[in-house]
């Protein structure tokens, strides 16, 4: 239902890299920026990745992003149990004039 | 550091008027771009409307038609006003702010908290 398609889970063990994938379409992803959030347990969303790789001060370098196309993917290295969160791509829609999201990708670290 | 709390009722009957005000401090609410997004286990994250302080915003289509947003300068406040509400408005509703100023590209930085809307009779 959502804009754009994320996978509804994801997991990975600790040290581990996961990734994570966020597909869209020419009129976002194809034709915009990505930016990526992280959403812990009864928190507000934090940015975490933004103008497709670039992150906002304090955000570990584990975290990276990227861009191919009408997809992007956030990876995940090191993989720490705080890193269990949901996590949402956006991006800006041309016709909409505003963000769309992603559905939320449930991160679990076993 | 820039703090953004929403208030409003928790709770709204179907068919009456959605009224949230957002609070920022720690910062001017001059020079940035405001938006209203909400949040359920359904729909996930949807963006609604952005403001600018001079009066610039634009709507999500499928809201416009019953939104209504304002700013109030002297108390650093924005607020949202959704009519003829149904129980699909129930959400968490946060207010957030782009990182740039000056620019809106759906890159937000400060968020509030978020406030929970139930619609419901």
């Given at each position: 239902q959502s804009v754009l398609t994320q996978p509804p889970s994801a997991s990975?063990?600790?040290?581990?890299?996961?990734?994570?994938?966020?597909?869209?379409?020419?009129?976002?992803?194809?034709?915009?920026?990505?930016?990526?959030?992280?959403?812990?347990?009864?928190?507000?969303?934090?940015?975490?990745?933004?103008?497709?790789?670039?992150?906002?001060?304090?955000v570990p370098d584990r975290f990276s992003g990227s861009k191919s196309g009408t997809s992007a993917s956030l990876a995940i290295s090191g993989l720490q149990s705080e890193d269990e969160a949901d996590y949402y791509c956006a991006a800006w829609h041309d016709s909409l004039n505003g963000p769309v999201f992603g559905g939320g990708t449930k991160l679990t670290v076993l | 550091q820039v703090q953004l709390q929403e208030s409003g009722p928790g709770l709204v009957k179907p068919s009456e008027t959605l009224s949230l005000t957002c609070t920022v401090s720690g910062g001017?609410?001059?020079?940035?771009?405001?938006?209203?997004?909400?949040?359920?286990?359904?729909?996930?994250?949807?963006?609604?409307?952005?403001?600018?302080?001079?009066?610039?915003?634009?709507?999500?289509?499928?809201?416009?038609?019953?939104?209504?947003?304002?700013?109030?300068?002297?108390?650093?406040?924005?607020?949202?006003?959704?009519?003829?509400?149904?129980?699909?408005?129930?959400?968490?509703?946060?207010?957030?702010?782009?990182?740039?100023?000056?620019?809106?590209?759906?890159?937000?930085?400060?968020?509030?908290q978020g406030t929970l809307v139930t619609v419901s009779s």
């Open positions: 990975g063990t600790p040290g581990q890299r996961v990734t994570i994938s966020c597909s869209g379409s020419t009129s976002n992803i194809g034709s915009n920026t990505v930016n990526w959030y992280q959403q812990l347990p009864g928190t507000a969303p934090k940015l975490l990745i933004y103008s497709n790789s670039r992150r906002p001060p304090g | 001017s609410i001059s020079d940035y771009y405001w938006s209203w997004i909400r949040q359920t286990p359904g729909k996930g994250l949807e963006w609604i409307t952005y403001m600018y302080y001079n009066g610039g915003t634009n709507y999500n289509p499928s809201l416009k038609s019953r939104l209504t947003i304002s700013v109030d300068m002297s108390k650093n406040q924005f607020s949202l006003k959704l009519s003829s509400v149904t129980p699909a408005d129930t959400a968490v509703y946060h207010c957030a702010r782009e990182m740039t100023d000056g620019y809106t590209n759906g890159e937000f930085d400060h968020w509030g």
